[in-house]
């Protein structure tokens, strides 16, 4: 006992240590038991959305991505938002515009393609706009930004209606050199 009482630090740093071992250790394990459960259900998604896009590649439902950078297999749910988000910033009225992206049809219909091909957590939200966008119906670009918008956590740059078509090619000259 008389020990303990002269290595009072040594005895508490021990304790400590073993405590935070231990917890460490629980830690630790939970995390590998649900990556374990959790990674071949994501594993097996993944493949087949993967597959699907490399499917409708091969049957040539998939033309080359006309954003350029990015393989239809590589597209993630970010670069769709992204993608439609640039877009819609030709059609609507907001304040702050990062992305710019010039909506066509070679694009709208892409995309729909790959969403299609693909599995995407938004999907419906995808494919009720980009086939709105496929007829010319832009009627409600503004909320259809704003959509897009929220699922990417926007907090500046909300759109306040839809550009009239004198706007619209304003906004295109005026981001000219920004556009891709």
């Known amino acids: 006992m008389s020990w303990m009482k002269e290595n009072k630090i040594l005895v508490a740093s021990v304790i400590v240590g ?61 670069d769709i938002l992204n993608y439609m988000h640039g877009m819609s910033h030709q059609k609507v009225i907001a304040e702050e515009k990062w992305l710019h992206y010039e909506m066509t049809t070679e694009r709208i219909n892409y995309l729909i393609a790959v969403v299609e091909n693909g599995q995407y957590e938004n999907e419906e939200v995808f494919l009720d706009i980009l086939h709105r966008w496929s007829v010319d119906d832009f009627s409600e670009a503004d909320k ?33 050199g920004s556009i891709e």
């Not at 959509?147 to 981001?175: F, P």
């Open 18 to 78: 073993a405590i935070c071992l231990g917890c460490f250790s629980v830690i630790m394990l939970d995390m590998v038991n649900s990556k374990a459960v959790s990674t071949p259900q994501a594993d097996s998604e993944e493949k087949t959305s993967k597959e699907k896009v490399d499917k409708a590649s091969e049957e040539g439902n998939l033309a080359e991505n006309p954003f350029r950078g990015k393989e239809a297999t590589e597209l993630t749910e970010e």
């Open 144 to 176: 259809d930004h704003n959509k897009i918008w929220r699922i990417q956590g926007g907090t500046i740059g909300e759109a306040t209606g839809v550009m009239t078509a004198e706007q619209e090619q304003l906004y295109l000259e005026e981001n000219k």
